[in-house]
């Protein structure tokens, strides 16, 4: 079978070591004589995955003792309300900036909660830039941003200096370049982009932003950080599968570095755009200061061409294309894991799609 190039926004692609992996655990887990999928959670071979992928994490964004490494269930959409069950009274007032579909979910969580104060947004012009020069009041009780839009292209490469407790949804850009987590109090991300298969959400917590701003409220146990990372990210059952290729792959991304990686991700997103930038046919959609490296939108000039290069693209094994239902054109998810021979295989098909109109 010839390979396919997956430019798909997630569940997305993941590095082949990782997948080797797997259907080896699947077949035989760690000498156990059984499936990875139906080993026990409590053995101490599947507690070293657990305890090896949690210190992985740690050791790629360089985190002290003072921070807690859980994987939990529910995906990045139950921390919209984990994160205010667990630290917004509803006397309490949260900032937050509207940067997409994930960040207004989110606002919306908090808002049963309590207070909530959208700082910024941009939504007036279909959420194609990031807002800049806002301010976070100091009375906040916490700052909550979104880095990567994956449904409208748009990353934030700096962080706001915030008087109040930082909090990220890093969803779709964790681990694709370096960046200071001292800043942030609170860092979740859903595995199914640049991690791992869906199934499990990773969460960074500054024990001493939980230990001194917690709200007042009664939490029910699951939905408590406490007992989660008291219990090692296995209060319950957890994603064993899931949690399995996240270590594998963070094995990928260590050995590799953050450095290394962002200049690899560069390249491939500059490739990318150079190439709609140039090509007469297509138009990017986002402020090009704010461009996302993993997910580039960008629509045809002549929308009746849309369906026929979607064909071009399924001839050329090039999948996942077809941008999100709720913002159409096209989007080309460049995660870690894709190979820069497969934006050229896109960049090369553009260019013959290009040809052949102009003829």
């Known amino acids: 079978m010839n390979k396919v190039h997956n430019f798909s926004a997630?569940?997305?692609?993941?590095?082949q070591s990782a997948i080797d992996a797997s259907i080896e655990a699947l077949k035989n887990f760690s000498?156990?004589?059984?499936?990875?999928?139906?080993?026990?959670?409590?053995?101490?071979?599947?507690?070293?995955v657990v305890s090896e992928a949690t210190q992985l994490v740690k050791d790629i964004l360089k985190l002290n003792d003072d921070y807690a490494v859980i994987f939990l269930q529910g995906?990045?959409?139950?921390?919209?309300?984990?994160?205010p069950y667990n630290f917004l009274d509803e006397n309490e007032t949260a900032a937050y900036v509207s940067t997409g579909v994930w960040a207004k979910r989110a606002i919306k969580e908090a808002g049963f909660f309590g207070?909530?104060?959208?700082?910024?947004?941009?939504d007036d012009k279909n959420f194609s830039y990031i807002p800049k020069d806002y301010t976070v009041p100091?009375?906040?009780?916490?700052?909550?941003?979104?880095?990567?839009?994956?449904?409208?292209?748009?990353?934030?490469?700096?962080?706001?200096?915030?008087?109040?407790?930082l909090i990220c949804d890093m969803s779709s850009d964790i681990f694709s370049r370096p960046f200071d987590a001292s800043k942030f109090d609170l860092i979740y991300a859903g595995a199914q982009k640049n991690m791992g298969p869906a199934g499990t959400t990773l969460v960074i917590i500054k024990k001493s932003?939980?230990?001194?701003?917690?709200?007042?409220?009664?939490?029910?146990?699951?939905?408590?950080?406490?007992?989660?990372?008291?219990?090692?990210?296995?209060?319950?059952?957890?994603?064993?599968?899931?949690?399995?290729v996240c270590m594998h792959t963070l094995r990928w991304i260590k050995e590799i570095g953050l450095e290394k990686m962002e200049m690899l991700n560069k390249t491939k997103a500059?490739?990318?755009?150079?190439?709609?930038?140039?090509?007469?046919?297509?138009?990017g959609t986002v402020a090009k200061e704010d461009r996302s490296r993993m997910n580039i939108n960008f629509v045809l000039n002549n929308k009746d061409y849309e369906e026929e290069f979607l064909k071009l693209c399924k001839q050329k094994n090039l999948s996942g294309?077809?941008?999100?239902?709720?913002?159409?054109?096209?989007?080309?998810?460049?995660?870690?894991?894709?190979?820069?021979?497969?934006?050229?295989?896109?960049?090369?098909?553009?260019?013959e799609f290009e040809a052949s109109k102009l003829i």
């Open 209 to 244: 932003f939980l230990e001194t701003k917690k709200a007042k409220r009664k939490i029910p146990t699951m939905l408590d950080y406490t007992p989660h990372i008291e219990n090692g990210s296995m209060y319950n059952t957890p994603s064993v599968f899931a949690i399995f």
């Open 321 to 351: 294309l077809k941008g999100h239902r709720s913002v159409g054109g096209l989007r080309a998810s460049l995660y870690n894991a894709l190979p820069i021979d497969s934006v050229q295989v896109l960049v090369s098909t553009m260019k």
């Open 270 to 283: 500059e490739l990318l755009y150079n190439e709609i930038d140039r090509n007469t046919l297509f138009t």
């Open 31 to 48: 000498g156990t004589g059984l499936s990875l999928i139906e080993v026990s959670h409590r053995s101490k071979e599947y507690e070293a």
């Open 75 to 83: 995906g990045a959409s139950m921390q919209f309300d984990m994160i």
């Open 138 to 165: 100091s009375d906040s009780k916490y700052f909550h941003c979104t880095s990567n839009n994956t449904i409208y292209g748009t990353e934030m490469f700096s962080f706001p200096d915030v008087k109040v407790p």
């Open 115 to 122: 207070k909530v104060n959208v700082v910024a947004s941009s």
């Open 10 to 15: 997630g569940p997305a692609i993941l590095p």
